[in-house]
T-cell receptor, first 111, second 114 residues
Framework: QQPVQSPQAVILREGEDAVINCSSS?????VHWYRQKHGEAPVFLMI?????EQKGHDKISASFNEKKQQSSLYLTASQLSYSGTYFC????????????FGQGTILTVHP | KAGVTQTPRYLIKTRGQQVTLSCSPI?????VSWYQQTPGQGLQFLFE???????NKGNFPGRFSGRQFSNSRSEMNVSTLELGDSALYLC?????????????FGPGTRLTVL
């Protein structure tokens, strides 16, 4: 089952903060966050693993609630370059090379 | 390190034809996953290869196939193209394809079926 992301879209001014949520009905082993700009490949931001380990971007933080199978991506002091579509990809621990992606959250940052 | 490369970047085909897409992973990465991205269905997993073996497969018809070579480069083939196959095809490489691995995406191949 595809994870559900919320909100579907968010509009910010530079310097504002945003939170993007990702929720799954299945038990998760890891959550992977990506940002994709129009016409470009998804770019890796963050991976959160069951047990609390995180790997990723210096200026972006995220959380993973294993009990609720939810993850949140926190974008603080947003910059114009943060604009794009954010995807969470989930993995259940038994599926080689397969991430199941949410439908995406479109983030637009205005000057 | 060089990133993931995909060729060609753009393809236009007609219904009924077949197409082969190529993906070269990051050096040292042995797992290659393929995804289809469309506006309606989003990012959907096609299959994954590791050490020349398909380890995982998504819910796509048998017209979609792939293979991996000993140097970890991978190809994807779509036979008897349909209009609905028009999409951005992305490959992603990772060290070993486990859930703790980061997948790095290539720029994609934009396939248009007329």
């Amino acid at each position: 089952q595809q994870p559900v992301q919320s909100p579907q879209a968010v509009i910010l001014r530079e310097g504002e903060d945003a939170v993007i949520n990702c929720s799954s009905s299945k038990a998760l082993y890891s959550v992977h966050w990506y940002r994709q700009k129009h016409g470009e490949a998804p770019v890796f931001l963050m991976i959160l693993l069951k047990g609390g380990e995180q790997k990723g971007h210096d200026k972006i933080s995220a959380s993973f609630n294993e009990k609720k199978q939810q993850s949140s991506l926190y974008l603080t002091a947003s910059q114009l370059s943060y604009s794009g579509t954010y995807f969470c990809g989930t993995e259940g621990g038994t599926s080689y090379g397969k991430l199941t992606f949410g439908q995406g959250t479109i983030l637009t940052v205005h000057p | 390190k060089a990133g993931v490369t995909q060729t060609p970047r753009y393809l236009i085909k007609t219904r009924g034809q077949q197409v082969t897409l190529s993906c070269s992973p990051i050096s040292g990465h042995r797992s290659v996953s393929w995804y289809q991205q469309t506006p309606g269905q989003g990012l959907q997993f096609l299959f994954e290869y590791f050490s020349e073996t398909q380890r995982n497969k998504g819910n796509f018809p048998g017209r979609f196939s792939g293979r991996q070579f000993s140097n970890s480069r991978s190809e994807m083939n779509v036979s008897t193209l349909e209009l609905g196959d028009s999409a951005l095809y992305l490959c992603a490489s990772s060290f070993e394809g486990s859930g703790t691995d980061t997948q790095y995406f290539g720029p994609g191949t934009r396939l248009t079926v007329l």
